[in-house]
Every structure is written in C-alpha cells, then in structure tokens.
C-alpha cells in the first residue's frame, strides 16, 4: 500500500506533508518507513515534550489505559483532579477547565472572559483584543481572535468582537480600550506560527497594569511556548506578570490531546454547571500522560532547556548564511539567507527535522535531547544554510 497517495485520494486536502512517513521513533530520534533516521528538532509542533515513545510518559499512559480509558465528565476521576492541582500549585492560578486541542482552551478562555465582564459590568463588555501577527486556533471563534488575514478570508462572518492592535505598541492598546467595551486583552508572550516573536518586556508589562487598571482581563495563550518550553514552566514567568487566565495545550499532553484552561482569582466561579463542557475532556489516559510531564519539568530540566537555547544561538550567530535568531528557550525561528523551505529540506535530506514559521525555520526539540544529538543536527543545520 503506497501511504502517501492513500493519504492524498482519501485525507482533506489542508496540509501540504513533507514526504515522510514516520512509523516509530525513541527520545529524538524518529525513523521512516525506510528505515531513514532523523533527529527531531520539531516534536510533532512542540508535543512531544520528551520527544518519542518516552519510558516513563508510556508507563504512565499505560498504567491508566489498563484501568479505565475514559470515564465522561458527569463522574469524578483522579487523574483530572490530580493534574489540576498540579498545574494551580505550580502557577498560582485557581481552577482548570480540561479540552482536547489550544484552539479548544481558547474558546474556554475568551466564553470565561466575556462571562465575567458581562455578569460584572453589562453585556455590552464582550470585545477581546488580541494582537496582529498571532495565531489562536482554527475554529471560527479562535479564527477571530487569530489576528491575520490569511486566515480568516473564504471563513467569514467569523465570530464578531475581535479587535487588532499592533504588538508592542501600547498606544493602540490604550485606543483601544478607550473606544470599545472591552472584556480580555489575549497575547502569546511568543508568537509561534507569527514568526517566533517574543514581545517586548515593557509591553507586556504595561499590557499587564493597563488590564488591572481597567479590570479587563489578561489572557496569556501559551499553548505553544508553555510547559517549560521557554526555559521557565509557563513562557509568562519570564515577564514578571501574573495573567489571569492561561491556557495550554500542545506540550502538556506529551502526545495525547489535551488543552487547559487555567482560571485565575477573578474568574476561577465563573463558570456554573451547565455553562461549558467537554466529553473528552480531561480524559484519564491523557492526563495521566500529562502528570508524568509536568512533574519533570523541574528545576534542573529548565535549566537544561537554557543551556540547550544557549548552545543553539551561540553555534548559529554568526553562522555562514544565517541572519538572526529570534525566539526564546527551545521555541527559536531563524531567518536565513536561502529561503526558509530549501533549508529545511535540506535539513530533512540529512536526517534532520526542522519546520517553519512564517519565512523562519523553527526549531522545537524535546526539552531533554540529547546534546550529541543536538550538536549533530546543528552541524546539520548550519550546513544547510550556507
Ligand atoms: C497551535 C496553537 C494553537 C492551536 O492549537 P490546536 O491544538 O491546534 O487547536 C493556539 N494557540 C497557539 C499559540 C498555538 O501555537
């Protein structure tokens, strides 16, 4: 059976796939149907936090699926209650709300947001501010809230109470709040697919005051820089702010679908039952997965995922054919001289795995690869931007 025309006769044509099957893989090394091997700098777009088939992510998931694989959320189950708890102690947040993909602990975030300025200050309070160049999910809700048009032309009318400002200009932000009836304000501290931009310290601090001033909420959309990616657990813990909601999803489930919602003081009751819901989510065998992540992500692990970022931008700056390097703990884009796709295949003709964001290559190892590993791939790398 040829995979790759099965795939394009009988798969919806939205992705443009890189000619490779991948059908098993340990730790960051994945290997095709060939027999090729490839290290991994893409994880599956920031998954598999402890890259591939990972021992104790297996043991944990296993342990769970002999037990009872799904329950529904109209019972209790340790593994849900337990990460919560996990997640409130680790952030200072109150309360989770569990989903199955970003987009998914987006649209909880943005119902949990207009739910509190309208119980709060009326129903005119619903607009949510995100900022241009963002990226937030693929539902029409979360498509609103993506501020690029690409995305959003041939969708429309999308979900109305969207409006743009630039990133880091604080006086859009101000006019903003000044003309419209404003509910949340959503950032990524690092747009991912917008480029692997982190946004300016003082911007996001005054984003932060003017939210608090203003009783509108901050919402911090880490579904790609959290889960220690950054170099700390949560991308935020770098700006010295304290959101009032966060959600995540991609790296927290290890490989198992899993989004959350993370619900500070201010709207930690909003919810009541019956005003949102889930059948999978929260599912056991997914969050036992979680836990297993989570809980590693230490300390010392962070500081490895530091010294691993420092490693990459200390071999690339400067290097032949490279122009910068943007990004922050292992979420790092680079813009290169050759256009972004040629260097990536050719990356992948070397047996190693990079994606792209915008006109960058992205790279999103596992936050325990190996240095050998690391090393062989940025020789790879460098190569292939000369
Ligand atoms: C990937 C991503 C999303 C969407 O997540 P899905 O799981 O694909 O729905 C939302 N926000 C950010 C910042 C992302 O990187």
């Known amino acids: 059976m040829d995979i790759q025309s099965t795939d394009k006769q009988y798969i919806a044509n939205t992705y443009a796939r890189f000619p490779i099957n991948i059908v098993s893989g340990k730790g960051s090394v994945v290997t095709d149907e060939n027999g090729k091997e ?58 989770v709300f569990f989903s199955n993909s970003g987009a998914e602990a987006n649209e909880c975030a943005i119902k949990a947001a207009r739910k509190y300025a309208q119980d709060k200050k009326g129903e005119k309070f619903s607009t949510i501010v995100t900022l241009k160049n963002s990226f937030h999910g693929r539902t029409l809700t979360t498509l609103a809230a993506t501020g690029q048009e690409v995305f959003h032309k041939d969708f429309t009318p999308l979900t109305p109470g969207f409006v743009y400002a630039t990133a880091n200009a604080i006086e859009e932000i101000e006019a903003i709040i000044a003309t ?147 990004g922050m703990g292992l979420m790092l884009g680079i813009e290169t001289e050759k256009d972004a796709s040629k260097v990536i295949s050719e990356c992948i003709d070397n047996g190693v795995l990079v994606i792209k964001a915008k006109e960058k290559v992205r790279l999103l190892p596992a936050l325990n690869i190996p240095m050998p590993q690391l090393e062989k791939a940025i020789e790879v790398l460098k190569n292939a931007c000369k």
């Open 38 to 95: 490839y290290i991994d700098l893409a994880t599956g777009i920031a998954v598999n936090t402890f890259g591939v088939a990972d021992d104790e992510w297996i043991k944990a998931v296993e342990k769970q699926l002999e037990t009872v694989q799904h329950t529904s959320n109209l019972y209790y189950s340790a593994p849900c209650a337990t990460l919560a708890e996990i997640l409130c102690k680790k952030t200072g947040m109150k309360k």
């Open 180 to 326: 419209y009836n404003c509910a949340a304000i959503m950032i990524e501290v690092v747009q991912g697919e917008g480029g692997v931009n982190p946004l300016d310290k003082e911007f996001v601090k005054d984003i932060a005051d003017i939210a608090k001033r203003h009783d509108i909420l901050l919402i911090c959309d880490e579904v790609q820089i959290g889960n220690g990616r950054s170099g700390k657990l949560y991308g935020y813990m770098n700006y010295d702010i304290m959101p009032d909601i966060v959600t995540t999803a991609k790296g927290l489930g290890g490989g198992l679908p899993l989004g959350a919602t993370l619900l500070g003081e201010k709207v930690k009751d909003v919810f009541t039952p019956g005003s949102h819901g889930s059948t999978f989510g929260g599912n056991p065998v997914a969050c036992a997965g979680a836990i297993s992540i989570i809980n590693r992500l230490n300390d010392e692990l962070l500081k490895g995922v530091n010294e691993r970022s420092e490693y990459i931008k200390t071999q690339l700056e400067n290097a032949d054919g490279i122009k910068s390097i943007s």
